[in-house]
């Protein structure tokens, strides 16, 4: 696990968002695991999700590390924090250079097509003409899917996991839903680092609900006690939840991210979905999750349709959306499997 800062990198100019609104100053923080090879041919970039942060080898254990599929010792890991966030890159948090006062609830607009023109610059500025594998799940494979449709010569190897092609309007509804909790939040609307507290802990609580499944509440949370009028486990289990992402989060950021989330249609301006995945020319491997409802198998099953040459595999998971986090001994057979046909063809 990596304990040091994130490098950080200042892009050269300023960026244009797709909603039109200018960041004058952008800074990506960013990690990189093991060496880079003499044929720079190595690179294994990770597009992290909602509230992850550059250092994929502490969210990301049994996956990423010594000994792992993707192991330091053999790959060159990149991971960069996202636009919008607050562990490091350019977000709601940042001091605006004219006022040198966070922009809070007044940052612009970003869309996933914004955070994949800063790991754009950063892999320029990092001077990689290749990756060798570009992976992400949820946000991140929104990340990876869009990448690998605006630059199909660049990425040899594509893996996404329980992401989409356009997010769902059931998404959506989710990502407003707690957008409104934080909202409701009067310290919300004040402007400071600690507003909206208690709106990010119930939006927290309404997140998990399309996290997790009903199967995996009534195995981990149903209360002991047959007798209890109040109090119950699955009730202290979502505030517990709530104050964990309260301690190592911002309301600001939640929100700006969560809306990127909604953006995200890899065929808006494209002819639609198809004819925008059929630009792919990456190996992809696409992987689903039973269990997963905020991002069915569905919508895997209609990526690996559209991708040329696409493989499909489906996680048999009872931990929901969040599978694609925990269920490493998993990816990691399908991703053996992956390689064999890669190799073989």
């Known amino acids: 696990m990596s304990l040091e800062e994130p490098h950080l990198f200042l892009l050269p100019r300023p960026l244009r968002l797709e909603g039109g609104a200018v960041l004058p100053h952008v800074a990506v923080a960013y990690h990189t695991f093991g060496q880079l090879n003499p044929a720079r041919d190595n690179v294994v970039w990770v597009c992290h999700a909602l509230t992850a942060n550059a250092d994929v080898l502490s969210w990301w254990p049994g996956l990423f590390g010594a000994g792992c599929h993707f192991d330091p010792e053999e790959c060159f890991i990149v991971c960069a924090n996202v636009l919008g966030s607050c562990y490091g890159t350019t977000g709601p948090l940042t001091p605006d250079p004219t006022t040198e006062q966070p922009l809070f609830q007044q940052f612009p607009l970003v869309t996933v097509r914004d955070m994949v023109a800063v790991h754009e610059a950063l892999r320029e500025h990092l001077a990689l003409p290749r990756i060798h594998t570009l992976i992400g799940g949820s946000l991140g494979g929104q990340q990876a899917l869009e990448w690998a449709v605006q630059r199909p010569q660049l990425i040899e190897n594509l893996v996404l996991l329980a992401t989409n092609a356009r997010h769902s309007a059931w998404g959506i509804a989710f990502n407003e839903a707690q957008r409104l909790a934080i909202f409701a939040d009067p310290t919300y609307h004040a402007a400071t680092p600690e507003g ?96 997963d409802v905020l991002f069915p198998p569905a919508e895997q099953q209609l990526l690996a349709r559209y991708i040329p040459g696409a493989m499909y595999a489906e996680m048999d998971s009872q931990f929901g959306h969040d599978g694609f986090l925990i269920e490493t001994a998993q990816i990691t057979h399908f991703l053996e499997r992956f390689t064999v046909q890669t190799y073989v063809h």
């Not at 119950?232 to 989060?249: D, I, T």
């Open 196 to 291: 909206g507290v208690a709106g990010l802990q119930a939006a927290r609580a309404v997140a998990l609900l399309s996290y997790r499944s009903y199967d995996a509440y009534q195995r981990t949370q149903t209360h002991p006690d047959q007798e209890a009028l109040d109090d119950f486990r699955a009730s202290s289990y979502q505030r517990y939840q709530g104050q964990k992402l309260v301690n190592r989060f911002n309301a600001y950021a939640y929100v700006t991210l969560s809306k990127a989330m909604d953006s995200h249609h890899i065929g808006r301006g494209r002819g639609g979905v198809r004819a925008a995945l059929g630009r792919i020319r990456a190996r992809t491997l696409v992987l689903g999750i039973s269990s």
